[in-house]
């Protein structure tokens, strides 16, 4: 049984009970342990031909669930191929579809039954008759006769098929048993010696053809096979090894005459040769590369890969025994380039992929270079001195493996070889009275398809076999094949009318697969019309793979899932074939000159991209437990409030225990740190900030005599992998320096001169919170681990970091309305900057490890939550779960932000889907400031008049629902020409003047400040102080302090930079208390602040306002004193929640 899944879904063991009875069992996995699934709904589906044949409903035990097919099920499933779907019923009765097979069915006339278990070599079947033709795997041989009553009538013969041994039994009303084995040899049933003897030589012939098929096979040179070199009979060999033809000729080594030909493979058993013909390939009818020119895109050959059960290993190129794989044939690559699979990486259910487990390197003499790779991936960068690869795939993946230049996936297509230039264009069709010519089509072409001398007539490209063309589609509608209607559906297509031909065959070139909501990828409706384009009855609403044409029917407009659209094939004929894109036929000499250029110059062409959330420009911070964050809230770590403040997409990449030895090695393996996603997954590159320092020194890495250096060393090869990967590195300091040991006292110098070396990023969170942290409160604190409140040291110290980065290129950011937040209309829902949209809207949850959903009420008392046996920690991360398939419940309000990588002036079209085909939908219109009503089209939204709703580069979407509703994965359809100013922002620079005030802060009470209401100096209870700090004064309404402020005068303008230290200070939550219950700080809450500095300078005034978390922030503000100035007063306010001041700092340059 062969099975694909998604990652983290269930691994599948296959079982076949020797009764009549057969089961498929399923064991499930999470994060690499057994995942108890007690309690769910699970399914499992047989379908042959795209119609349900079976439904059965699994048992469980702890994380196993079993589908038992019993003794009844024998008159529901005949002989055949199943499609398997397994689907996970959730609440609501909402399925979602965890994995995929097939399944092989078979029936005798003697009444056995049962499944046919991956060991059988071949199979095929007469279901009209129920008769059997398989492999003798499948046969019963034992009860071919002690005795002649018992033997079963029907005949045996035995053939070779690609060195494998075909049995074939058809059971038939004749009485006589007739067995065919090697020697020729046939007796007749009653003669029991001799059925005995007929039946051991069968066995024999079986057990010799499978263990040929499945012993390790090692590839050992080329043969020639017209003077047999090397001499296949002398040489020492081992079972296993095998020699491929590299010259024709006939050889007589495997006992008989064998006409063998480039390509065919002699592979020795134990006892003698077998002889496997290579598969039917053109290419040495084919120019050589040099002679070629515009091949695919695609660099994989699947004519040339080796047969199956070898890889070669990347780090030794030794040819090594794999039952899964195969390797290709030398691909050229160019060294400092990117290469990879073309499709995104999923692993499947044991570890078998649909990307690269080995990358082989070879020089240009095609000798092995080390430094290639042994785990799964999905890009490569190819180093100097390396001019081919040799990759090693599964070799189901075969027919559909994509390899490519670049570290971006883009849609399939199949390899072509490249033609010659001879046969697209003779050199005077070109001549022209031009200085410069473009002798080349720059539209997507025809050239990936095969071309020989004579496929080219009357100066044109022929038309592609596919006669589906994508761009023609329109998505989220069905045309219904009985009336012609056209039917909102988001999750279908249909395409324009395709000629065809009455009394022909047309069909999906590929075998259909159901998908998990009935949606397949064949055809789901076909309407017919007759050649003036009108509606003829009698069309199909089923799904289907081939439909006959009837008379009086030219066209046909098909209806299929619209997730295939990239790669869906219709095709005259109903045999599937390969896979082609759609081309129409190309008049060659026409585009040439269509192209001519009389002057030197350049057009972009207009871009067509769709955007995912795999696909978006991320921050990807990487790193130990401090940043996995496993003692905060869910949605109340670091990483989310970091996210909740900016447009980048932020995603977690950290685990406890790593340094960044551990680090490298998790990159390199893709390691699916969090629900079964590995870092290569993510296709968008972006920003990793790079923040491990604590391990490293806990595990040695860091110690007395070695100081930083290996830290260092360790600190490169990480940052190199994730340039590898796309992504600028962002070096990090951790909030303490391990009190200055072992190096740390240099902690900040040595990163800053790494930083600089490598050009990248430094972000210093050290040098603040040496002196923000101060004395701690134990209870928000896990040992070095911060809580809720203490995480504040991180996000406030990095979030300058991030809003210095440019733009994203590509973002898309989802956000639910927040509980306490009461609308009376939409616009009550306006938002102007990143705070006040916090303040109205939470952002659906970041990857982290989290505090248990039962153990939440320990938030403020961490130390007692950690004492707690088990069930302390949660993983979440609802990002993840998009982008893997999943639906989120909404509330009745949900907020979608959509960054391009462009503006309205460059966009031809941008099409959102907005993730619910039912939910109202609101683009907010920045210059009238409201949220205009638009049609929510089955889930799209075209935005039509760019300039209203695209604020510089980002479309906000409002989404609306009473009662709430699920959403799905949303992406964006862009066409235009990209780029933008992507205008970084300069962080704040520390000025190093005097300070002006001579009284900072409250430690000897309110002296030396002007005071409004009522401040009251205390010492904070929880005695978290700032260092040098021993009290504060709570800032509310109406009670807040000021100071006036004089300075000499200058004939130029200059900058002012005061500083203020304070925190939002909710009240300790008891831990015995229920939670939410009456707790300060839960799942819902806005927790931070604002600080307000309001200026006076006569009768003149401004106000500012900068954030503050739950710890002791730095709040900087930053502003220009016109020359002249000698004075200003100053307020430190209440904004929009009360506050605790701790100190304020003012200086000018």
């Not at 769910?40 to 439904?55: I, T």
């Not at 009553?149 to 009303?173: F, H, P, S």
């Not at 050589?288 to 059960?309: D, I, P, V, W, Y």
Request: proline letters at 4%; charged letters at 20%.
């Amino acid at each position: 049984m062969a099975l694909t899944s998604t990652p983290k879904l269930p691994e599948a063991n296959f079982e076949r009970i020797k009764s009549d009875d057969c089961q498929v069992a399923y064991n499930f996995f999470r994060d690499g342990q057994a995942d108890n699934i007690a309690g769910n709904v699970y399914k499992l589906r047989f379908r042959a031909s795209g119609v349900q044949a079976l439904e059965k409903t699994g048992v469980i035990t702890n994380s196993r669930v079993v589908f038992a097919l019993t003794g009844p099920d024998k008159s529901t499933l005949s002989a055949g191929e199943y499609q398997l779907t397994l689907v996970q019923i959730l609440a609501g009765g909402v399925e979602r579809t965890l994995c995929r097979g097939t399944l092989s069915w078979y029936v005798s006339k003697g009444g056995t039954f049962g499944m046919i278990d991956p060991q059988d070599i071949t199979l095929n079947f007469v279901t009209a008759s129920q008769e059997l033709i398989a492999t003798l795997g499948i046969v019963d041989l034992g009860t071919l006769g002690s005795t002649a009553a018992a033997a079963q009538a029907g005949t045996y013969a035995q053939q070779a098929l690609d060195a494998k041994v075909l049995v074939e039994q058809k059971i038939t009303e004749a009485n006589t048993l007739a067995v065919q084995v090697s020697q020729d040899k046939e007796v007749v049933a009653g003669d029991k010696v001799a059925t005995q003897q007929a039946k051991s030589e069968t066995l024999a012939i079986y057990q010799q053809a499978l263990a040929v098929s499945t012993q390790a096979r090692v590839f050992k040179d080329e043969y020639n096979a017209g003077t047999n070199t090397p001499n296949l009979s002398t040489i020492t060999k081992a079972a296993g090894d095998f020699y491929k033809v590299s010259v024709p000729g006939t050889t007589t080594i495997t006992g008989g005459s064998i006409a063998a030909k480039v390509g065919d493979e002699f592979t020795w058993n134990g006892t003698k040769w077998v002889h496997t013909p290579a598969s039917d390939d053109s290419s040495g009818k084919i120019a050589s590369l040099e002679e070629r020119f515009l091949a695919s895109k695609n660099l994989f050959n699947q004519a040339t890969l080796s047969a199956s059960g070898n890889f070669i290993h990347g780090g030794t190129g030794v040819v090594t025994a794999g039952a899964s794989y195969a390797y290709s044939d030398y691909i050229p690559v160019t060294p400092g380039n990117y290469y990879g699979k073309g499709v995104i990486f999923h692993p499947g259910a044991t570890g078998v992929g649909d990307g690269m487990r080995h990358v082989a390197f070879y020089n240009a003499s095609k000798v092995f270079v080390s430094g290639g790779y042994d785990a799964w991936t999905k890009t490569v960068m190819v180093p100097e001195g390396v001019a081919f690869v040799r990759i090693s795939i599964t070799v189901g993946n075969a027919d559909t493996f994509q390899f490519e230049a670049g570290n971006a996936a883009s849609s399939y297509v199949p390899y072509s070889q490249k033609t010659l230039g001879s046969t697209l264009v003779p050199a005077e069709a070109v001549k022209q009275d031009t200085t410069h010519r473009l002798v080349t089509d720059a539209e997507k072409t025809a050239w990936s398809a095969k071309l020989g001398d004579g496929d080219l007539i009357h100066e044109t490209v022929p038309a592609s076999k596919n006669l589906f063309d994508q761009s023609a589609a329109t998505i989220g509608f069905f045309i219904h094949g009985g009336t012609g209607t056209v039917t909102s559906n988001a999750q279908y297509a249909y395409s324009d009318y395709l000629p065809v031909a009455p009394g022909s065959y047309y069909g999906k070139g590929a075998i259909v697969q159901a998908g998990s909501s009935g949606l397949g990828d064949g055809m789901r409706h076909i309407a017919f019309y007759n050649a003036s384009k009108v509606f003829v009855a009698g069309g199909y609403d089923a799904w289907t793979k081939a439909v006959t044409i009837p008379a009086g029917v030219a066209f046909v407009r098909i209806s299929i899932s619209a997730l295939n659209l990239d790669s869906f094939q219709f095709e005259a004929g109903n045999a599937a074939t390969d896979y082609v894109p759609f081309y129409p036929e190309r008049n060659i000499l026409t585009k040439i000159k269509t192209f001519e250029l009389s002057q030197p110059q350049a057009t972009l062409p207009d871009a067509g991209r769709r955007i995912g959330l795999m696909d978006v420009e991320r921050v990807l911070v990487i790193g130990d437990s401090y940043s996995e964050s496993y003692s905060t809230l869910v949605g109340k770590s670091y990483l989310a409030v970091l996210s909740m403040y900016s447009d980048w997409n932020v995603e977690n990449y950290a685990k406890s225990g790593d340094d960044y030895d551990f680090i490298l090695t998790r990159i390199k393996n893709n390691d699916p740190t969090y629900k079964g996603v590995g870092i290569k997954s993510f296709t968008g590159g972006g920003y990793a900030f790079l923040i491990s320092f604590t391990n490293d020194n806990n595990k040695g890495v860091i110690n007395s005599t070695d100081q930083l250096n290996n830290y260092v060393v360790n600190l490169k090869k990480v940052m190199a992998a994730v340039k590898a990967l796309g992504y600028r590195p962002v070096i990090c300091t951790e909030y303490h320096n391990i009190n200055g040991a072992n190096g740390g006292a240099l902690v900040q110098a040595v990163l800053s001169q790494v930083a600089a070396q490598e050009g990248a990023i430094f972000a210093d969170v050290y040098e603040k919170t040496r002196y923000l942290r101060g004395s701690d409160y134990a209870p928000f604190w896990e040992g070095s681990h911060p809580g809720p409140r203490t995480c504040t040291l991180f996000w406030a110290n990095l979030l300058p970091y991030l809003k210095s980065l440019p733009r994203p290129k590509w973002g898309i950011k989802i956000y639910r309305k927040r509980d306490a937040v009461a609308v009376a209309t939409v616009a009550d829902l306006r938002y102007t900057d990143p705070v006040e949209r916090a303040r109205k809207f939470k952002e659906i949850l970041v990857t982290q490890r989290a505090i248990a959903t039962d153990k939440q009420n320990y938030y403020d008392a961490l130390p007692t939550w950690y004492a707690l046996p088990t069930g302390r920690i949660q993983t979440v991360g609802e990002y993840l779960d998009l982008m893997l398939g999943s639906t989120l419940a909404m509330p009745d309000y949900a907020l979608l932000e959509f960054v391009i990588n462009a503006t309205a002036a460059t966009t031809k079209k941008l099409r959102l889907f907005v993730g619910s085909t039912t939910a109202t939908v609101y683009l907010f219109n920045r210059i009238l400031n409201q949220w205009d009503a638009v049609a929510n089209q089955a889930g799209f939204v075209t935005l039509t008049n760019l300039q209203d709703y695209l604020e510089y580069d980002k479309v906000s979407v409002l989404l609306h629902q009473v009662g709430g509703f699920n959403l799905a994965a949303p992406y964006l359809e862009f066409t235009g020409v990209e780029g933008k100013d992507y205008y970084a922002r300069p962080l704040p620079q520390e000025l190093r003047t005097s300070e002006l005030l001579t009284t900072r802060n409250f430690n000897a009470g309110t002296t030396g400040w002007t005071v409004t209401g009522a401040l009251a100096p205390f010492v904070p209870t929880d005695g978290a102080r700032p260092t040098g700090i021993t009290q504060v004064v709570p800032v509310s309404a109406g009670n807040y302090p000021s100071q006036t402020v004089t300075f000499s005068a200058a004939a130029y303008k200059r900058k002012a930079q005061l500083k203020v230290i304070a925190r939002r200070n909710p009240p300790i939550f008891d831990y015995n208390q229920p939670f939410p219950g009456s707790a300060p700080i839960t799942l819902d809450t806005y927790d931070n602040a604002n600080v307000r500095l309001h200026i006076v300078k006569g009768t003149n005034n401004a106000t500012f306002r900068e954030l503050i978390g739950l710890h002791w922030t730095e709040a900087v503000f930053e502003f220009d004193l016109a020359a002249g100035d000698t004075t200003f007063t100053f307020s430190i306010m209440r904004d929009d929640a009360d506050y605790e001041l701790a100190d304020v700092s003012l200086k000018i340059e």
